[in-house]
């Protein structure tokens, strides 16, 4: 197959009408290719959803893998990492947070933000095995540089039996390896918001049957939403050695990132007839709010809880200062035995400061009789002046996790098994101040008002807040110890697989919150039992055409996080752990000029915690969803298309008043059409133009669908020119401007006063050196 024909895909039971489809597309094709293809046929190999992350031929796969090329990261050009997982079919991306920081969500299954069901990891194994602690979910914790070979994006399939047993999403990502050639790349861009980055790699050999590879980069920046200083700081090195044995491979490598950016937030909204005159590239934190006092309660020394206020930068946004080592050792031994190891340690910081905005914009003279003010450095403010309470909020998580996936493999003639043992224990040490409101001047740089400018006694300054406080001191820890089996056989073009995993995980937590006192006000220890399952049958009738079909049965077990928020139904007996069942129907068409990968799915979750951190209430849902996700690929001539398409259709099944409502924050469907057209020169030059148009029906900002949230349109615009060793590229994402939300208030009841809309458009230019 051509390597431009590979983008996963799947089919589920509800989507028959794909099948109908699929023949249209077989009966054109042909016609406008009676010619050779260009390339001859390339055969993509995944390593992720298979026991021990064995590799596997792309098209033989029984489960929905979508795989992303270099190539393709490069023309994405994502603003981060979470950015570059719009390019899966069903998943949906809040990536207008910033650099860290998003909501994603997958295949209809329920959240109320960040990423509870998916898992980023390098070279098999996650980046962190919990894959969301309140303000910090996983893609956090990885940053997209030129080191990176691929992403592999995996979704349900076998997913819930390997590794940490996600039951929704695991991206990925593979890093380069060294060859007997020393190649590399050096790349400059810069932006129309003032973006400073160097991006460098170099890869060769070392010795016999040794090879390295380094990488990384340095940047700096004020950011899309300009902050009017350098919000966005950041540099990465990346090391991978590997080792050709006689009868394997081994590696090691090493990636160190300190990384953050401005945390961007929800924008006051036209509501209550005031128009705010804020559009997307506001961003209220700058140079003269950034130091914030913050109210820090802690034990007084006498039983109670006493307040002290400690300065923080709310500049420093969201991020990461930490490192992952990893390395894996690959063994042949013999007879149609397979030995794999693998092994990472993740360990560092993920901070989190910004001002959160509570309820509606106001004028001033609403909140003080109608008089003017002033702010805090002595800024005269008119009583017609909009302001609105801000809470400077600050998260600080130290995290460690040791994870280890190791299996032996056996291959006879017709079938083939594996037995596995993944273990890993992750850490967190934690503290939080979040609430804090204060009455600030609405705007890029607005200050907090005097005390004296309103009425209510809550701007004073030794009062901690106007709103709400939540603190929190917490420390926690978790071990994981799964055994699993997998097997195959293969009768003629059928192949049938399964595997089971028998897990125990134990959890030990205990908090201190609320006005905190310096005694935990709650304790966790837990020992629980749980076995996962997979099934599936593929056929590939043709050496370009197969279907499959496919069964799992998995959970979530509650994190950290579940067992505080849900305290009082965990003391009440319930184990918190949530149950998903889905089922697959995929096809699979795989030609030279053309690709379709095409997966029906439908899911059940009992049990879903729904908690907004500083939320009224919180619940436990139960949910169902059926959709199809589409992954396809034409190519005539120099003109390439793909399609990414998700039709799906999320409902809350839980008894109440949301039942068969559609699940929060997840468009019923979305589509991605990317054309992109070659131009040939002379002397060895090319040039490449290309574009994305994104359609995004409406959603809803809440369970209780009282917040619609309207679709809208996105387009993207590129062209990367090669001259000889030189290339420049330039991207233009959002080129029309479209002003557009992505999520409401989740913290509202009712109608939300605010939002956050997608990124503004912006302009990156790059120039590079490949040797």
């Not at 579940?562 to 129907?585: K, M, P, W």
């Not at 090319?686 to 959603?699: F, N």
Request: with cysteine; aromatic share 10%.
């Amino acid at each position: 197959m051509n390597k431009n024909t590979h983008i996963a895909n799947h089919v589920n039971p509800a989507t028959c009408f794909i099948f109908l489809l699929t023949p249209l597309v077989t009966a054109l094709m042909p016609s406008a290719y009676a010619q050779e293809p260009p390339l001859p046929a390339i055969e993509e190999m995944i390593v992720t959803g298979t026991p021990g992350g064995a590799s596997l031929r792309k098209f033989d796969a029984s489960f929905a893998i979508s795989t992303v090329s270099e190539e393709e990261i490069n023309q994405v050009a994502p603003a981060s990492t979470a950015d570059l997982l719009k390019t899966i079919p069903g998943v949906w991306v809040e990536s207008s947070g910033g650099i860290s920081g998003a909501n994603i969500f997958v295949r209809g299954f329920p959240s109320g933000g960040d990423a509870d069901f998916v898992t980023v990891a390098i070279n098999g194994l996650p980046v962190y095995p919990a894959p969301t602690l309140s303000f910090m979910e996983n893609s956090t914790l990885f940053r997209i540089d030129e080191t990176i070979a691929r992403m592999e994006g995996l979704r349900g399939g076998p997913n819930p039996v390997y590794a940490n047993g996600q039951v929704g999403l695991t991206t990925n990502f593979i890093l380069k390896e060294g060859g007997e050639d020393t190649t590399g790349s050096i790349k400059y861009s810069t932006s129309d918001y003032d973006l400073q980055r160097i991006d460098g790699v170099a890869s060769g050999k070392l010795d016999d049957d040794l090879y390295y590879m380094i990488g990384g980069y340095v940047s700096s920046s004020p950011g899309v939403r300009d902050a009017g200083f350098n919000a966005e700081e950041g540099h990465q090195f990346t090391v991978n050695i590997t080792k050709i044995l006689d009868n394997g491979k081994a590696n090691i490598f090493h990636r160190l990132t300190d990384d953050h950016g401005t945390w961007y937030l929800p924008v006051a909204l036209d509501v209550n007839g005031i128009d705010t005159g804020l559009d997307a590239e506001y961003t209220q934190v700058g140079p003269r709010n950034r130091h914030a006092l913050v109210p820090v309660s802690g034990p007084d020394g006498m039983g109670g809880s006493a307040i002290s206020w400690e300065e923080f930068d709310m500049g420093k946004g969201r991020g990461w200062d930490g490192s992952v080592t990893g390395g894996a050792i690959e063994l042949d031994l013999g007879n149609d035995w397979t030995f794999i190891d693998r092994f990472s340690l993740t360990k560092g910081a993920a901070n989190t400061h910004g001002f959160v905005p509570q309820g509606a914009a106001v004028t001033l003279g609403s909140l003080n009789g109608g008089v003017a003010g002033e702010t805090v450095s002595g800024t005269d403010v008119a009583a017609n002046d909009l302001v609105q309470m801000f809470g400077p909020w600050v998260v600080h998580k130290d995290i460690k996790t040791f994870n280890n996936d190791l299996s032996l493999s056996k291959r006879w003639q017709d079938f083939k098994v594996t037995l596995g043992y993944y273990s890993s224990s992750w850490e967190v040490d934690e503290w939080w101040s979040i609430g804090n409101q204060k009455w600030y001047v609405l705007g890029h740089n607005g200050e907090q008002l005097t005390a004296d400018s309103i009425t209510d006694d809550c701007q004073d300054a030794g009062e901690p807040t106007c709103g709400f406080k939540y603190d929190v001191r917490a420390l926690g820890d978790a071990r994981e110890n799964a055994f699993y089996i997998a097997g195959e056989t293969y009768i003629g073009a059928l192949t049938l697989d399964a595997g089971v995993r028998i897990v125990n995980r134990e959890t030990n937590y205990s908090v201190d919150d609320g006005l905190r006192d310096g005694r935990d006000d709650f304790f966790v220890e837990t020992d629980e039992d749980k076995v996962s399952y997979t099934a599936a049958a593929n056929w590939n009738f043709t050496d370009d055409m197969g279907v499959f079909v496919r069964i799992n049965d998995g959970h979530k077990y509650p994190d950290f996080d579940a067992y505080r928020d849900f305290r009082g139904d965990f003391n009440l007996g319930s184990d918190l752990i949530i149950d998903v069942t889905q089922y697959e129907l995929g096809y699979k068409l795989a030609r030279d000029f053309y690709s379709l990968y095409a997966t029906g799915f439908a899911n059940e979750t009992k049990g879903q915690p729904f908690c907004d951190v500083g939320g009224a209430t919180c619940e436990r849902l139960e949910t169902e969803a059926i959709g199809i996700e589409i992954d396809g690929n034409l190519l005539l001539g120099n003109l390439t298309l793909d399609l990414n398409a998700t039709i799906q259709e999320p409902e809350i099944t839980s008894a109440g008043p949301d039942d068969g409502n559609q699940v929060q924050r997840q468009p019923t469907h979305q589509l991605r059409l990317t054309p992109s057209y070659l131009l040939e020169f002379a002397n060895g030059v090319s040039a490449s133009i290309y574009g994305t148009w994104t359609l995004v029906s409406d959603r809803y900002g809440d369970n209780a669908n009282t917040n619609e949230l309207d679709g809208y349109d996105k387009f993207d615009v590129g062209m990367l020119v090669n001259i000889s060793d030189l290339s420049v590229q330039l991207s233009v994402d959002n080129l029309t401007d479209e002003l557009a939300l992505t999520e409401s208030d989740p913290r509202a009841v009712g109608a939300s006063a605010n939002g956050r809309y997608i990124l503004p458009r912006s302009v990156k230019l790059t120039l590079g050196y490949h040797f």
